[in-house]
């Protein structure tokens, strides 16, 4: 039997996927670079919100998985930094602010409209996989949270600079995320590091969290395709 990594050695080995993370898709390198038009912020922000509506219905699943009232008393506030609660509006309100800082009304973002075929098709991969997966699996697949303070701190650099045209309100979701991504960083991971023990399970973990990267980068290209290369779907169709 091949002995398994220890536990450094595992999770040094979760954090290397980190260059396989989104941020280094050529269309995100161009909106933290200041290269993306607007109709092209918008894109981003409108299909983006589909996948920020996906995960407290992800969240929601491991729960329902979960018989550990420990672990679900922690995984919860997920679901409220999210939907919001007692006054605090929540990630998904401050993404529908995000929205109108570009330019998009409330009315369409909520109506789904934008919402490319691709980007549909891999979130709701995404929620599938948490309802049908263990719920350590689950957890296990939101660990490119690990990568995601550095992006949202890229923005809150960048984006006020290159794009001056967006309301400075609308950045409220990056602000916040920075500290609650930290904190269920450190969740997920103790849960990853004390369930995936034997070799071929961690190498499994691995694999889950290659799943969870392939999802964001290809919801990128479904972008790309449409707002960049202007290859919209059934753009060929007569």
Same mark, same amino acid.
């Given at each position: 039997?091949?002995?398994?990594?220890?536990?450094?050695?595992?999770?040094?080995?979760?954090?290397?996927?980190?260059?396989?993370?989104?941020?280094?898709?050529?269309?995100?390198?161009?909106?933290?670079?200041?290269?993306?038009?607007?109709?092209?912020?918008?894109?981003?922000?409108?299909?983006?919100?589909?996948?920020?509506?996906?995960?407290?219905?992800?969240?929601?699943?491991?729960?329902?998985?979960?018989?550990?009232?420990?672990?679900?008393?922690?995984?919860?506030?997920?679901?409220?930094?999210?939907?919001?609660?007692?006054?605090?509006?929540?990630?998904?309100?401050?993404?529908?602010?995000?929205?109108?800082?570009?330019?998009?009304?409330?009315?369409?973002?909520?109506?789904?409209?934008?919402?490319? $075929?691709?980007?549909?098709?891999?979130?709701?991969?995404?929620?599938?996989?948490?309802?049908?997966?263990?719920?350590?699996?689950?957890?296990?697949?939101?660990?490119?949270?690990?990568?995601?303070?550095?992006?949202?701190?890229?923005?809150?650099?960048?984006?006020?600079?290159?794009?001056?045209?967006?309301?400075?309100?609308?950045?409220?979701?990056?602000?916040?995320?920075?500290?609650?991504?930290?904190?269920?960083?450190?969740?997920?991971?103790?849960?990853?590091?004390?369930?995936?023990?034997?070799?071929?399970?961690?190498?499994?973990?691995?694999?889950?969290?290659?799943?969870?990267?392939?999802?964001?980068?290809?919801?990128?290209?479904?972008?790309?395709?449409?707002?960049?290369?202007?290859?919209? $779907?059934?753009?060929?169709?007569?």
């Amino acid at each position: 039997m091949t002995q398994a990594w220890t536990r450094q050695e595992f999770e040094r080995r979760l954090r290397d996927k980190g260059r396989l993370y989104h941020i280094h898709h050529p269309y995100h390198i161009a909106m933290n670079t200041g290269k993306s038009s607007p109709e092209q912020i918008r894109g981003w922000v409108a299909n983006r919100f589909y996948y920020q509506t996906t995960i407290p219905v992800k969240d929601a699943a491991i729960l329902a998985n979960c018989p550990d009232r420990n672990v679900r008393r922690e995984w919860v506030r997920r679901i409220l930094d999210h939907d919001g609660y007692d006054g605090e509006e929540g990630g998904i309100e401050a993404w529908l602010r995000l929205g109108e800082a570009v330019g998009l009304s409330r009315e369409e973002m909520l109506s789904g409209e934008h919402v490319l $075929p691709g980007v549909r098709f891999a979130c709701d991969a995404y929620v599938n996989f948490a309802r049908h997966a263990t719920w350590q699996e689950a957890a296990c697949s939101s660990l490119t949270e690990l990568f995601a303070p550095e992006i949202h701190q890229r923005r809150l650099d960048n984006w006020p600079e290159h794009y001056p045209w967006i309301d400075a309100d609308g950045y409220r979701y990056f602000r916040k995320r920075l500290s609650e991504a930290r904190r269920d960083v450190e969740h997920g991971l103790e849960i990853t590091l004390d369930h995936f023990r034997a070799r071929e399970q961690q190498q499994h973990a691995l694999g889950i969290l290659q799943f969870k990267l392939d999802i964001l980068w290809t919801m990128l290209d479904a972008m790309q395709m449409a707002y960049e290369f202007k290859l919209a $779907p059934f753009h060929s169709c007569p």
